[in-house]
């Protein structure tokens, strides 16, 4: 299994701009989350889904969308990237959604907004 | 969720048991306590988690007190790639995690 794959590893994207990091898992774990690491902190839960077609909020999902039309997929988008994303943002998945599952990371994206 | 109170930071000589302490005074019933560490720059790693009992597994021990306010991590030799920062959590909200500062470990040789 290749765990939880992030896309891309690094970007730098202007102020205005939009774009999607992508995240995917061949786990067939049913939770996906999103979460960003800002330089000093631990991470924040931005927007997490419990299954294929149903997302919910976390706790700073202001300014990002995200979508699960497969299992496999958790896209991320910024929709008029700000200088305070700037952020690393990890993607997480686990098997079931109680509080006995543990989490699943990928590797991170690195995003810088100028 | 319950808060956790864990030390900044903390040294340990290669090849030494780690142990890092975890308060959560104001655990409930239903609360996991959970670990997780952060090498540098990479995404955090599940190490272990309890509910009332000890549990081992290949990477560590947790030791949770019987009033389940305060927890252990034990890395019974700990290697120079042991080093980053460990996350205690507790959760009920499963896939909610609420990560506090955690603590820096640095393996030294």
């Known amino acids: 299994n290749a765990g939880v794959t992030q896309t891309p590893k690094f970007q730098v994207l202007k102020t205005g701009q939009s774009m999607t990091l992508q995240c995917a898992q061949d786990m067939n774990h049913e939770y996906m989350s999103w979460y960003r690491q800002d330089p000093g902190m631990g991470l924040r839960l931005i927007h997490y889904s419990v299954g294929a077609g149903i997302t919910d909020q976390g706790e700073v999902p202001n300014g990002y969308n995200v979508s699960r039309s497969t299992t496999e997929d958790f896209p991320l988008r910024l929709l008029s990237a700000a200088p305070s994303q700037t952020s690393v943002y990890f993607c997480a998945s686990s098997y079931g959604i109680g509080s006995s599952y543990e989490q699943y990371f990928g590797p991170g994206t690195r995003l810088t907004v100028t | 969720d319950a808060k956790t109170t864990q030390p900044t930071s903390m040294d340990c000589a290669e090849g030494r048991a780690a142990n890092l302490p975890c308060n959560h005074s104001?655990?409930?019933?239903?609360?996991?306590v959970y670990w997780y560490r952060q090498i540098h720059s990479q995404g955090p790693q599940y190490i272990i988690h309890g509910l009332k009992n000890n549990e081992t597994n290949e990477m560590a021990s947790l030791i949770i007190t019987e009033d389940r306010k305060s927890s252990t991590l034990i890395l019974p030799h700990a290697t120079l790639r042991d080093t980053a920062v460990y996350y205690c959590i507790v959760n009920n909200q499963g896939g909610k995690l609420i990560f506090g500062q955690g603590t820096e470990l640095s393996v030294k040789p």
């Open positions: 104001t655990i409930s019933g239903n609360e996991y």
